[in-house]
C-alpha cells in the first residue's frame, strides 16, 4: 500500500524525470555552408583561395554559420553538425566555428558530399551561402556542382544543389527548414520544397549583387534558424519515389559511369532504385 508521502514523493519524482526529459530532449542539427550565397559575395575570386577578397568572405562564411548554429541552439538544438560545402570544403576554420558545434571539413569519398554526414538521427537541416542552380535567371554565381553541368533532373525534376542535397536528407527523413543566399535560389528552393524559412541576403541586378550588410544578414540568419527549427515539424522531408531515373547534361563529357547511358552529345542517363547510387553516377560524370 502507498502511503500518501510516499505517494506524493513518486509523483514529484515523475514530474521531476519528465521535467528533465524534455529538457534533455536530443535535437540535432545539421547545417550545410556553402560561399557562393554569402552576404555581399558577387565574384568567382570572392569564394577562390587565389582571390583578393577570399578572406575577408570565408571570414563571413564563418560568421554566417555562427548565426544558423546560434540560430539552432535558441530553438533546442543538443548538437550541430557543420558541413563545409565549398570548393576544397576548407574554408571554414576550425577555430572560427561556434564551440557548441562540430564541424565535417574537408572532401569525402561517399555520394552525400555537401550531406556528408547526415543520417537519421538529424532532427533538421539548414543551408547558409547557397546559390540557384546553372542557368537560373536573375541569379548570382549560379551554377550546379563543378560549374560543368548544364542540368542535373532526377525523374524530370531540375534540382539546383539544394534540391539533391534535400533528397539526401529525405533518404533519412530529414526535413530542410532553412535556406539563406540570394532571392533566387530562396524562391526556386522554395518552388521545390514548399514555404520553408529563408533568407534573401542580396539579388542580382544586371550581374551584381544588391545586398544587406553581413551584419543585418547574420542577425536575421540567426532569428529565422530559430524560428525554422522551432517549427520543423510543419515542413515534410523532400521525397522524390523512386526508381530514380538521372539525366545530366554537361559541356565536357566525362568518361561513362558503369551502367550510365550516353543518351546523346553531351546527356547522359542512368537509373537505380536507390538514390545514392545516382548520385555517385552524377559525381563520377559532372
Ligand atoms: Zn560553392
Given at each position: 500500500m502507498r502511503t500518501r508521502s510516499?505517494?506524493?514523493?513518486?509523483?514529484?519524482?515523475?514530474?521531476?524525470?519528465?521535467?528533465?526529459?524534455?529538457?534533455?530532449?536530443?535535437?540535432?542539427?545539421?547545417?550545410?555552408?556553402d560561399m557562393e550565397g554569402l552576404a555581399g559575395v558577387v565574384a568567382n575570386s570572392d569564394v577562390s583561395p587565389t582571390g583578393p577578397d577570399y578572406e575577408h568572405f570565408r571570414a563571413i562564411m564563418a560568421a554566417e554559420t555562427n548565426a544558423a548554429v546560434e540560430g539552432a541552439l535558441a530553438a533546442g538544438a543538443t548538437e550541430v553538425l557543420v558541413r563545409d560545402s565549398h570548393g576544397s570544403k576548407t574554408n571554414l576554420l576550425p577555430a572560427h566555428v561556434h564551440p557548441a558545434a562540430r564541424l565535417l571539413r574537408g572532401q569525402s569519398v561517399g555520394p552525400k558530399n555537401m550531406m556528408e554526414g547526415i543520417d537519421k538521427s538529424f532532427g533538421a537541416v539548414v543551408f547558409v551561402g547557397y546559390h540557384a542552380k546553372a542557368g537560373t535567371p536573375n541569379a548570382i554565381l549560379e551554377h550546379t556542382s563543378t560549374g560543368n553541368v548544364v542540368d542535373f533532373s532526377i525523374n524530370g525534376v531540375s534540382l539546383p544543389e539544394a534540391g539533391y542535397n534535400a533528397m539526401v536528407a529525405g533518404v533519412y527523413d530529414v526535413p530542410v527548414v532553412f535556406v539563406a543566399g540570394d532571392r533566387a535560389v530562396v524562391d526556386q528552393v522554395r518552388g521545390l520544397l514548399g514555404p520553408i524559412e529563408g533568407v534573401a541576403v542580396k539579388e542580382e541586378i544586371g550581374d551584381a549583387s544588391n545586398g544587406m550588410?553581413?551584419?543585418?544578414?547574420?542577425?536575421?540568419?540567426?532569428?529565422?534558424?530559430?524560428?525554422?527549427?522551432?517549427?520543423?515539424?510543419?515542413?515534410?522531408?523532400?521525397?522524390?519515389?523512386?526508381?530514380?531515373?538521372?539525366?545530366?547534361?554537361?559541356?565536357?563529357?566525362?568518361?561513362?559511369?558503369?551502367?550510365?547511358?550516353?543518351?546523346?552529345?553531351?546527356?547522359?542517363?542512368?537509373?537505380?532504385?536507390?538514390?545514392?547510387?545516382?548520385?555517385k553516377a552524377f559525381n563520377a560524370m559532372k
Open positions: 510516499s505517494a506524493l514523493a513518486f509523483l514529484v519524482s515523475t514530474l521531476l524525470s519528465a521535467g528533465l526529459t524534455a529538457r534533455q530532449a536530443p535535437l540535432k542539427v545539421f547545417i550545410s555552408v550588410s553581413p551584419t543585418e544578414a547574420q542577425e536575421k540568419i540567426r532569428k529565422t534558424v530559430e524560428t525554422a527549427v522551432r517549427n520543423r515539424s510543419k515542413f515534410k522531408p523532400y521525397k522524390i519515389p523512386g526508381p530514380y531515373t538521372m539525366v545530366l547534361k554537361v559541356k565536357q563529357e566525362r568518361p561513362l559511369f558503369p551502367g550510365a547511358q550516353r543518351a546523346r552529345e553531351g546527356e547522359f542517363t542512368f537509373a537505380s532504385p536507390d538514390l545514392l547510387e545516382v548520385l
